[in-house]
């Protein structure tokens, strides 16, 4: 197999070069023709990205956490489940988060990262979309944004705002900045419309999930699949401040879904209009302000993984 191994030379730390001469060390046991690519720039990585397929690659490894995930994921090559894309793609986690990763369910050490992929299935897994729309719910100008875990308002946002005023030590911490957002947080009058539901809610909370976590493990939404067309919304909704502040830790082990008026709902799309506007976060990225359309494109992309939503699958 020839293989395009991509290595995002900024993750990882001191684990970078250890991580990719284990992962290469059990392709080349399997046989296989990698070439090894530190990337230069995210530019250098997206052409080399679009460029695989031509060049004769069957299957293309990133070596990098969430963070090169959400960039390569606005511009692969996107199919659907009735129309593959071209390439699969395998995954070496070297982020400080990589909440996709935990999502898939593989244990997170390089070698067994490089045997899920060898030993591994071809899966298809979905990508979010995020589309600015007007007041109306009709199309507006800007580009849509991608994502591999989730979109939403509120407690998100918020948190993006923290972190982006803290300093560089602390702004890699996501889990930090979120506690910091909590005595600050404010709720927001929210429209949501699926189509064949609507709800109109004083939240906290509102995320649109594809992925079950984020911020370096949080398991925002349990049941999460990336590979059933759907998203699973979370509504976390006005409460006494006090009783979101105690309960909000239970969102680390899944265990928020007990609060009161917590609520998961499934949709392909969905129309989100918040009151007041906030930028919408989209995997730890601020994108652009709402109102906006959030919907899941059906095995978008695929990967080649022992592991998916939590499953062994081989």
Same mark, same amino acid.
């Given at each position: 197999?020839?293989?395009l191994?991509?290595?995002?030379?900024?993750?990882?730390?001191?684990?970078?070069?250890?991580?990719?001469?284990?992962?290469?060390g059990?392709?080349?046991? *399997?046989?296989?023709?990698? /070439?090894?690519?530190?990337?230069? !720039?995210?530019?250098? #990585?997206e052409?080399? +990205?679009? $460029?695989?397929?031509?060049?004769?690659?069957?299957?293309?490894?990133?070596?990098?956490?969430?963070?090169?995930?959400?960039?390569?994921?606005?511009?692969?090559?996107?199919?659907?489940?009735d129309?593959?894309?071209?390439?699969?793609?395998?995954?070496?986690?070297?982020?400080?988060?990589?909440?996709?990763?935990?999502?898939?369910?593989?244990?997170?050490?390089?070698?067994?990262?490089?045997?899920?992929?060898?030993?591994?299935?071809?899966?298809p897994?979905?990508?979010?979309?995020?589309?600015?729309?007007?007041?109306?719910?009709?199309?507006?100008?800007?580009?849509?944004?991608?994502?591999?875990?989730? *979109?939403g308002?509120?407690? /998100?946002?918020?948190?993006?705002? !923290?972190?982006k005023? #803290?300093?560089?030590? +602390?702004? $890699?911490?996501?889990?930090i900045?979120?506690?910091?957002?909590?005595?600050?947080?404010?709720?927001?009058?929210?429209?949501?419309?699926a189509?064949?539901?609507?709800?109109?809610?004083?939240?906290?909370?509102?995320?649109?999930?594809?992925?079950?976590?984020?911020?370096?493990?949080?398991?925002?939404?349990?049941?999460?699949?990336?590979?059933?067309?759907?998203?699973?919304?979370?509504?976390?909704?006005?409460m006494?401040?006090?009783?979101?502040?105690?309960?909000?830790?239970?969102?680390?082990?899944?265990?928020?879904?007990?609060?009161?008026?917590?609520?998961i709902?499934?949709?392909?799309?969905?129309?989100?209009?918040?009151?007041?506007?906030?930028?919408?976060?989209?995997?730890?990225?601020?994108?652009?302000?709402?109102?906006?359309?959030?919907?899941?494109?059906?095995?978008?992309?695929?990967?080649?993984?022992?592991?998916?939503?939590?499953?062994?699958?081989?």
């Amino acid at each position: 197999m020839k293989v395009l191994f991509l290595v995002n030379p900024n993750a990882g730390g001191k684990a970078n070069k250890s991580a990719v001469d284990i992962a290469n060390g059990v392709f080349k046991n *399997a046989g296989w023709n990698v /070439d090894t690519v530190r990337t230069q !720039t995210p530019d250098d #990585a997206e052409a080399r +990205l679009k $460029a695989a397929h031509g060049d004769g690659y069957e299957l293309v490894v990133v070596a990098g956490g969430d963070g090169t995930l959400f960039h390569l994921a606005q511009h692969i090559p996107l199919g659907s489940i009735d129309a593959p894309p071209p390439i699969p793609f395998g995954l070496i986690p070297l982020g400080s988060g990589n909440d996709f990763y935990r999502g898939l369910g593989t244990p997170r050490d390089f070698q067994s990262a490089a045997e899920s992929i060898v030993n591994g299935k071809i899966v298809p897994v979905d990508i979010g979309l995020v589309e600015p729309i007007d007041e109306s719910g009709n199309p507006r100008a800007g580009n849509p944004v991608r994502f591999i875990n989730t *979109a939403g308002v509120g407690m /998100d946002s918020q948190t993006l705002v !923290t972190r982006k005023n #803290a300093p560089g030590w +602390l702004s $890699a911490r996501y889990e930090i900045c979120f506690l910091m957002t909590l005595p600050k947080l404010y709720p927001l009058k929210v429209h949501l419309d699926a189509g064949d539901w609507e709800l109109d809610t004083n939240a906290f909370w509102v995320l649109c999930c594809n992925n079950s976590h984020i911020g370096s493990g949080m398991i925002v939404a349990p049941d999460a699949k990336t590979s059933d067309g759907l998203m699973d919304i979370l509504i976390i909704p006005k409460m006494a401040k006090f009783a979101f502040v105690l309960n909000i830790m239970k969102v680390f082990k899944g265990e928020h879904l007990k609060m009161k008026g917590v609520e998961i709902r499934r949709a392909k799309s969905v129309k989100l209009f918040s009151k007041p506007n906030q930028i919408v976060a989209c995997d730890g990225d601020m994108t652009f302000e709402g109102p906006v359309k959030v919907s899941i494109i059906h095995g978008a992309v695929r990967m080649k993984t022992s592991w998916q939503n939590r499953t062994k699958l081989v």
